[in-house]
């Protein structure tokens, strides 16, 4: 595993110069500004009002569950069971069966306390959500499974440009899920991203211009969670 050094310097348009204003970054900042953009990316992508794009959306959450709607529609027509959908709308591997307790912005607090990454990261991680989910709609961030999606990206964009970074297992306990299960979100990140995890100069100061941006403005949808550092020792669990 090389360096982001070593790496860079191959790469031919990044200087050392860029390097170290890169490390002048406060940590904590680059955190911050990813957690409050993954947050508010999360709720647009959510089913409010804003979002409303057919006329199959409501204007507002319905009280009633998907789950118990399904079984009202079956209870009142006796349809035949080639018709029933499948028990929830898991469509990928990083999908929970149902919204964890822990907000998208105090998980990333919680994997930043307990990793200490560098804010290069946060850009590298934002590029690897935003590319996959170009390759997949499936990808989109949403509150089921933006925790195993950011946990994958953010553990492969250290592993990529840091000299020292923590093992899976360690990753997983940060994360909530077993070790096993974060293997197999590695490997089908990776090869969803063809392996192409590095990025230019230009790329890179883009992707951290356009965070900060989206982490600055309004969220007409759903005010973001504050972002505030957890209890690195606090026990989580977002599978299911």
């Known amino acids: ?32 500004v990813f957690a409050n953009a993954l947050q508010k990316e999360v709720n647009r992508n959510s089913l409010t009002p804003c979002l409303k794009t057919s006329n199959f959306h409501s204007t507002r959450e319905p009280e009633i569950s998907a789950s118990a709607y399904v079984a009202r529609i079956f209870s009142m027509t006796n349809c035949s069971p080639s ?12 999908h929970s069966t149902r919204e964890p307790e822990i907000s998208a912005s105090a998980y ?8 200490n990454c560098s804010p290069s990261c946060f850009v590298f991680a934002w590029r690897y959500l935003k590319q996959i989910e170009s390759e997949d709609w499936k990808f989109m961030v949403n509150k089921l499974n933006v925790h195993r999606l950011v946990l994958t990206a953010i553990m492969i964009a250290s592993k990529f440009i840091e000299d020292k970074y923590y093992s899976n297992q360690y990753w997983s306990r940060v994360g909530g899920i077993t070790n096993d299960e974060l293997n197999a979100l590695e490997r089908e990140m990776l090869f969803t991203l063809s ?3 590095s990025l230019t ?14 982490s600055e403005s309004s969220d007409d949808c759903k005010n973001a969670s504050g972002y505030q550092i957890m209890d690195s020792m606090q026990i989580i669990e977002v599978s299911g």
């Open 201 to 214: 100069r230009p790329e890179f100061l883009s992707l951290e211009s356009h965070l900060k941006v989206l």
């Open 108 to 115: 990333v607090a919680r994997i930043f306390s307990m990793t």
């Open 195 to 197: 392996f192409k995890l």
């Open 1 to 32: 595993m090389i360096g982001f050094g070593q790496q860079v310097e191959e790469c031919g348009e990044w200087t050392l110069e860029d390097i170290e204003k890169m490390e002048t970054v406060e940590k904590d900042d680059m955190a911050s």
């Open 83 to 94: 018709c029933s959908p499948p028990p929830c709308l898991k469509t990928s591997n990083f």
